[in-house]
């Protein structure tokens, strides 16, 4: 019994890491190029939302849909996030 409890308690604490680590970056790729967005930082001061409308929508799931924008487009806007939520990657 004591075995099943101390059990229990060793997956609530490793599912609450997982998720915590989930929640601390989320990657949305696209050819060579992913948004990062880490929802800690966020202020959710929109500017995402109303430079590329059909890239950021809360209302949906994925809330980033980046293949709606170029890179160009996507570097600009994350550049003005005043945050820093989003950030993105390059890969060689
Ligand atoms: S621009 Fe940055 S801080 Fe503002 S809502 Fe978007 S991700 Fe969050």
Redesign the pocket.
């Known amino acids: 019994m004591l075995l099943l409890l101390l059990f229990g308690l060793f997956q609530i604490s490793v599912l609450k890491k997982l998720s915590k680590k989930k929640m601390e970056k989320l990657h949305y790729k696209k050819e060579g190029f992913t948004v990062n967005?880490e929802p800690k930082?966020?202020?959710?001061?929109?500017?995402?939302?109303k430079m590329l409308p059909k890239v950021?929508n809360p209302s949906e799931r994925p809330w980033i849909k980046q293949d709606n924008a170029t890179v160009e487009e996507l570097i600009e806007q994350i550049n003005?996030?005043?945050?820093g939520?989003?950030s993105y990657t390059i890969e060689e």
């Open positions: 967005w930082k966020c202020i959710h001061a929109g500017v995402c939302v950021y003005a996030c005043p945050s939520a989003l």
